[in-house]
């Protein structure tokens, strides 16, 4: 990744905040390394609000009891795949309804970077996409949305007055998930979803270990599209991945 997409002139932060939105598939708890016994025996689930290269932010329960400076290690899944992180709470807030920990990663472990990667890359590529050029493309109509780095999702709605939806490539992080021809039937949809490698040029021919990084990679990115798309894009994606 490269430091464009990480960095931003216009934020004081050191590193920038990539949203998750609160339907994302992304699960996160967190262990709070606490004097509250009751707090530090378990893990706390919670909503990740964002992540960055070298933290996040997760919110709990109010039930929790942590201080500023405890140790804590960040825990996050998806689809059988799982990051965990070991870091300090450079903030804890409570609010009327849950408490915000901030979470200041230590990558210093072997490995954790490594693991980290897909999970950050691939809220990266879903959560900075926007709205770029439209126009009519051989009798359909074409709306591209741009994003980090080589980031972009395109989509193609027919030229009735509905502008149904009837296909979409999306180029991601690592991988590349497309559908031409998109019907009613979502199962035959999903199944119909082609993968490519972005990695030298865009290999079409992926193993099938690339294949099953690729269709998790999907899974992720589609569901923490921003809340601005129309929801007819939101909605495809999510149940094609």
Known sequence: MSSAD???????????????????????????????????????????????????HIQI???????????????????????????IL???????????????????FAGADKIYEPFLKTIVASSTLK???TGAEAGRYREEYLGAGET???VWRDDKPERNLVAFDFAMARFGAALSGAGTDMLDNKARVAFRSLAGGGSSVL???????????????????????????RRLLRLVS
């Open 61 to 87: 329960s109010l039930a929790a009891v942590a201080y500023k400076g405890d140790s804590c290690v960040l825990k996050l899944s998806h689809a059988g795949r799982k990051a965990e992180l070991r870091g």
């Open 152 to 154: 972009k999702l395109v």
């Open 207 to 233: 193993t099938k270990e690339q294949e099953a990084e690729a269709r998790w990679e999907f899974s992720l990115a589609a569901s923490n599209l921003p809340k601005t798309f129309a929801p007819d894009i």
């Open 90 to 108: 450079a903030h804890y807030v409570c609010s009327a309804r849950y408490s915000v920990c901030g979470v200041r990663f230590d990558l210093s």
């Open 131 to 133: 709205a770029g050029e």
């Open 6 to 56: 990480t960095k931003s002139g216009d934020s004081k932060r050191k590193h920038t905040r990539y949203a998750v939105s609160d339907d994302c598939r992304l699960k996160a708890a967190i262990l709070l390394r606490s004097s509250d016994a009751g707090t530090a025996s378990k893990d706390w689930p919670g909503t990740l609000v964002d992540v960055s290269t070298s933290g996040a």
